[in-house]
Nanobody
Framework: QVQLVESGGGLVQPGESLRLSCAAS????????MGWYRQAPGKERELVGR???????FSADSVKGRFTISRDNPKNTLYLQMNSLKPEDTAVYYC?????????????WGQGTQVTVSS
């Protein structure tokens, strides 16, 4: 069982940057996919980006070119660098780890961190 704890959220103005971190209680090196999701008020949770254990990344169109996801396996930490933030990026951001047990996928979730972009 891996526990995930996000940090780094806060209130920023449009155009500013934030870096979110997700610290895992155990090794993430073998976890198939690590990702960031977000959920704005009244909306469904959506994928922001993910990175595989092999280092392949995917970013949603809405954040492509502004957000960068990365994983530091020796530090058991996932990052989300967010640049040129917009008010529509306001949401609770969740860290996710998806692994394969041999018979089914297992999802790990953090508790979320609030990001508010407002002038």
């Amino acid at each position: 069982q891996v526990q995930l704890v996000e940090s780094g959220g806060g209130l920023v103005q449009p155009g500013e940057s934030l870096r979110l971190s997700c610290a895992a209680s155990g090794s993430i090196a073998s976890i198939l996919v690590m990702g960031w999701y977000r959920q704005a008020p009244g909306k469904e949770r959506e994928l922001v980006g993910r990175v595989t254990s092999g280092g392949s990344t995917f970013s949603a169109d809405s954040v492509k070119g502004r957000f960068t996801i990365s994983r530091d396996n020796p530090k058991n930490t996932l990052y989300l660098q967010m640049n040129s933030l917009k008010p529509e990026d306001t949401a609770v951001y969740y860290c996710n780890g998806r692994d394969w047990s041999g018979s089914r996928f297992i999802d790990y979730w953090g508790q979320g961190t609030q990001v508010t972009v407002s002038s």
